[in-house]
Every structure is written in structure tokens, then in C-alpha cells.
């Protein structure tokens, strides 16, 4: 294990670690007095504190990004090859130690932070690819003589502002693509789950990454807001909540920035008459519950399509009383906790309002939850949830699901499409054709077939429709690489200074 490792794996129980900022390859303490709290929350035990940014200590983050990019941008492809070869193999050995700080900060139980690390590498992995899919086209003789070629280019210094749920996949699905491309990066992770950027940051540098090429600002809207309005960063990506996201997309593009901003989801699951019901109902209460519910692509929906209705609440009642919570690192635990109390009490609340708009209470998360201080739920299963609920509309964000009934496909898709968000969406069938149809009909970005979480593997874009992604490019996979670079277009002559004249016409081809 490496020393900046261990200074972030260490237990040191009853002290109360403060976490800095990382700017041009060190840590940096912050100046502000503004900290954050953070919590274990299977303890409800404050384990840190983080430093919050002022503006001049982003301003500082940017400026050795700007310096370190002046150089960056001209080392080879071949070298930063060679680099991202060595951040895979470094974060792949550390993966423990990243996934343990997951769980120790977010709550998600060991093993699905491993998922968390291992799908995160998956996009590092991709990017060692970088001199295969940064490649731009030439055309020889376009014109007599002539030949013209498309480069890409990095941006320059680019910002990601991430969310608590995935606090090491997300910023890989930013940094990894983006410093591949050239680009240097100013890292604004969530203020609730800070330390595995820290430890992410150590890993880079131990790999051989040039100081200042990757730098870390913890805080909250003060630094957000100085991220989005600092002249000197040219785009920014951007993953949390849809009214955040929408703030994000508006106040950088008016800052002139180039801006992805994925926003939050309401995911259903179709299940037709004719699926599993067995198999649906497995697949429900993994994507419902798995990660407390925590996910951007949980299923919150379930829409039972006919007669299938009865029988998949049936089938997953029976399962609900079989799911372990509890602490995550208890490797007994299925699901651990929520990542904060007031976001506890919050998804609990919804509960209430479920019941008091009419919905059915078939199993209540309250009555589960496991004793002790973390911030615990149990499971929850709604049935008999209508569009018009707010149970229905708004992200609950929790182990909470809700299951809605209709007739026919039809009015299923209808229920899909007229949704504000369009982030995930699966359909159950065993019927190949009306899979076929669905894919065809639905206004969502990630579409599972009998596949209940469709995040798309790291050499396709991820990204939702509608409210759930404001910008045009998708992230990570090709459109990250596109995201983090622009065209150029060299259009070049080598001609015979015998046959130069003067000609005032517009260029032609010839
Ligand atoms: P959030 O929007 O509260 O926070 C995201 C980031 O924005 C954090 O870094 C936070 O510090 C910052 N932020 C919060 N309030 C701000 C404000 N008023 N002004 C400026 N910046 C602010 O989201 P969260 O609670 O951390 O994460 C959960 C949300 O993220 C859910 O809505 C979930 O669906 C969404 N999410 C979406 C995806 C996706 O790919 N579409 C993936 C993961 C999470």
C-alpha cells in the first residue's frame, strides 16, 4: 500500500479527520473556516471534516490546471498511454481501499462498492485506448494538390462537480476521459463523501501524472458557483440532481462553457403479462433496493402490465423479509444505509405521504429499519401508486418502491414517455417483437431489455433524455471523447513555387 493510501484508509476511531483540498499535486488545507461534516452513516458518527473552498482557492486550482496543461496537452499520445496503463493497474490494486472509503462515507455495503470501483475502472480502462479514439481522418487530393485533415484538441482546463451516490465511478467517468484527451481537471466532488477523491488524487500522482493535472476543490455552492463563472475553465460536466443540473447547464453556458449536466431520474420497469414473474420480481428488488435505492438508474417504478400485477407484488413481498440491512462493511449486509439523516428522514417521510395519497402500504421501510443511530430504512413496497401522486412524480432517492397498474402496453409506454425524466427505462417480456417495438417507442437514453439497470459498458456514452441530461453530448465512451475536445480542420498544399499566382476568387476545388 502507498503512504498517500494509507493516509486515507487509517481508522482512527474518536478523532475527527480533517480532509483538504488537493491542488497541484499536494494537499492543500483550506483557508475558508467553512468545513462540512462527514459521517459514517451506518454510525451516525461524525469521521471528518471537510474544508470548503473560497473562490481564490479554486482560483488556485485553476491556475496550476492552466499550467500544468500548457505541457500536458504536448506530452504523447504514447506516453499518456503509458500513464493510463499505470492509473488502471494502481487504482485496480486499491480498489479495497477506495471501496472501503464508499462505504465508510456513503454507506452502499462493501461488495457494491466494489461494483461501484469496478465499473469506474472500466472507463480507465477504455481511455488507455486514448490514441485509437482520439484519431481524426484525412482526406489525400481533396482538391488537386491538396489535403485536408481533422484533429482533435483538448479544451483546456475542465471542471466536474459529482454527486454523493457514485463518489469514485462518477469523477472517473469525468477525469479519466478528460485528462486522457489533454485536458487538466478541477474536481468539486460531493461535500458528503469527499475522501475517495483524495485517495483517487494520490493514486494519479504515485502513477506518474504531472502535478496540477488533476486537482481537488471540496465545498459547496460558493465553490460550484466559482467553477461555473472562472473564465479560465472551458467546460465543465456535471452529475447530481435535475434542478442542480439545470442551474449548472444555464449558469456555465451563460459563462460561455461548454456543459454536460446529467440530472436526476425516475426509472420504470415494465413488466408484461407474458414476462418471469419469478425473474422480474429478483430483478426489481435488486434495482429497487440494492444501493438503499441511492442510484441515478434504480428502478422507483414498477408498471405491471395486466394480470401481471398481482402476482409480481406478491413475489416481491415474499422476497422483501429476506433482505439483509445493515452495516456495509458486515459482509452479511445487503443494504446499508442512507447517506445522510435529514436525506433518511426525508425518503421516510414519502412513505407517509404515499399512504395519505392513497397508495397501498404493502411493506413499510420504517417498521425494518435496524436499530442504533446510522441512518437507516428499511425496504419499502407502494402499491396502487397514480401518475398524478407525488410519490409518483418526484425522485424519492431511497429504498422505496412504488409499483403503478395498467391494462395494456400502451398506456405503460405512455406512462414512460410522458415523464419529465428519461434516464433508465426496462421492459420484462419474453416477447421479442413487442421488446423490438419498445425500444423503438421510448423517449428514455438507456433502455434494458429483462435488464433491470442498463448502465451502458464503458465503450458506449451514458446519459438520459429530458430532464435528466441538459447539454447535448452523453458521458463518458465516444461522446465523453467528444465532450473533451473540439475539431480542427487542416486543409494544406505543398505546391511548386513555379506554379504560385494571384487569385482573388473564392477558393474552389478542383
Ligand atoms: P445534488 O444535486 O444535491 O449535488 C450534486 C453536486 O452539486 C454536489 O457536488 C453538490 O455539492 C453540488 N450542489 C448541491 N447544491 C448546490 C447548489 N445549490 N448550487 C450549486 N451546487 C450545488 O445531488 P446529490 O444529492 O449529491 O446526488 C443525487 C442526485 O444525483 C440524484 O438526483 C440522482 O438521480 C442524481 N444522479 C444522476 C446521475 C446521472 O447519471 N444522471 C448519476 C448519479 C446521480
Known amino acids: 500500500m502507498t503512504e498517500v493510501a494509507e493516509q486515507f484508509t487509517e481508522e482512527q476511531p474518536g478523532e475527527t479527520a480533517r480532509i483538504t483540498h488537493w491542488i497541484d499535486g499536494a494537499p492543500v488545507e483550506g483557508t475558508s473556516g467553512r468545513s462540512g461534516p462527514v459521517f459514517n452513516p451506518a454510525t451516525g458518527v461524525q ?70 470501483v469496478a465499473r469506474g475502472l472500466e472507463v480507465i480502462e477504455f481511455c488507455c485506448g486514448i490514441a ?60 458528503k463523501d469527499p475522501s475517495a477523491s483524495m485517495l483517487t488524487a494520490g493514486l494519479l500522482k504515485e502513477a506518474g501524472l504531472p502535478d496540477g493535472v488533476f486537482n481537488v476543490v471540496h465545498g459547496d455552492k460558493v465553490a460550484v458557483d466559482a467553477v461555473l463563472e472562472h473564465p479560465d475553465i472551458a467546460a465543465v460536466s456535471f452529475v447530481g440532481s435535475t434542478p442542480i443540473a439545470r442551474y449548472v447547464y444555464e449558469t456555465g453556458t451563460k459563462n460561455g462553457k461548454r456543459v454536460q449536466a446529467l440530472g436526476g431520474a425516475k426509472n420504470h420497469m415494465i413488466v408484461l403479462p407474458d414476462a418471469d414473474i419469478a425473474m422480474a ?61 435529514e436525506h433518511r428522514d426525508k425518503v421516510a417521510s414519502y412513505i407517509a405521504k404515499g399512504a395519505e395519497e392513497g397508495a397501498t402500504i404493502v411493506t413499510d421501510g420504517r417498521e425494518s429499519a435496524p436499530n442504533g443511530n446510522g441512518f437507516f430504512l428499511g425496504v419499502t413496497l407502494m402499491d396502487d401508486v397514480k401518475p398524478e401522486m407525488d410519490v409518483y412524480k418526484d425522485e424519492i432517492f431511497g429504498p422505496v418502491l412504488g409499483v403503478t397498474r395498467v391494462e395494456t402496453y400502451d398506456q405503460a409506454v405512455k406512462l414512460v414517455n410522458d415523464n419529465p425524466y428519461g434516464n433508465g427505462v426496462a421492459i420484462f417480456t419474453r416477447d421479442g417483437g413487442v421488446a423490438r417495438q419498445f425500444q423503438f417507442d421510448v423517449k428514455a437514453g438507456m433502455v434494458g431489455v429483462n435488464v433491470p439497470i442498463p448502465v451502458p459498458v464503458a465503450y458506449y456514452s451514458f446519459g ?47
Not at 479554486?58 to 496503463?85: G, H, M, N, P, Y
Not at 438503499?292 to 413481498?317: F, N, P, T, Y
Open 132 to 191: 485509437q479514439l482520439i484519431k481524426g481522418e484525412h482526406s489525400e487530393q481533396a482538391s488537386t494538390g491538396v489535403d485536408v485533415y481533422s484533429i482533435r484538441q483538448p479544451l483546456g482546463v475542465v471542471g466536474g462537480i459529482t454527486p454523493f451516490n457514485f463518489p469514485a465511478m462518477v469523477p472517473m467517468w469525468m477525469w479519466a476521459p478528460a485528462i486522457a484527451c489533454g485536458n487538466s481537471f478541477v474536481l468539486k466532488p460531493s461535500e
Open 464 to 510: 438520459g433524455w429530458k430532464n435528466s441530461l441538459f447539454g447535448d453530448l452523453h458521458i463518458y465512451g465516444p461522446e465523453g471523447i467528444q465532450f473533451y475536445t473540439r475539431g480542427k480542420v487542416v486543409t494544406s498544399r505543398w505546391p511548386d513555387p513555379a506554379t504560385s499566382k494571384v487569385d482573388l476568387g473564392f477558393p474552389q476545388t478542383r
Open 281 to 341: 420480481a429478483d430483478a426489481a428488488v435488486s434495482a429497487g433496493y440494492g444501493s438503499a435505492g441511492e442510484r441515478c438508474m434504480a428502478v422507483s417504478m414498477l408498471v405491471a402490465v395486466g394480470h401481471a400485477a398481482d402476482e409480481l407484488v406478491g413475489a416481491i413481498k415474499e422476497r422483501l423479509p429476506n433482505v439483509k440491512v445493515g452495516d456495509g462493511m458486515n459482509p452479511g449486509s445487503e443494504m446499508g444505509p442512507l447517506v445522510t439523516r
Open 47 to 116: 469521521s471528518a471534516a471537510v474544508d470548503f473552498a473560497t473562490p481564490d482557492e479554486v482560483d488556485a486550482a485553476v491556475q496550476a490546471a492552466k499550467r500544468a496543461f500548457e505541457s500536458w496537452r504536448t506530452v504523447s499520445l504514447s506516453r499518456r498511454t503509458e500513464i493510463f496503463f499505470r492509473i488502471r493497474e494502481l487504482v485496480h490494486d486499491h480498489s479495497d481501499d477506495l471501496a472501503r472509503l464508499l462505504t465508510l462515507e456513503h454507506g452502499k455495503v462493501f461488495s457494491d462498492a466494489k461494483g461501484e
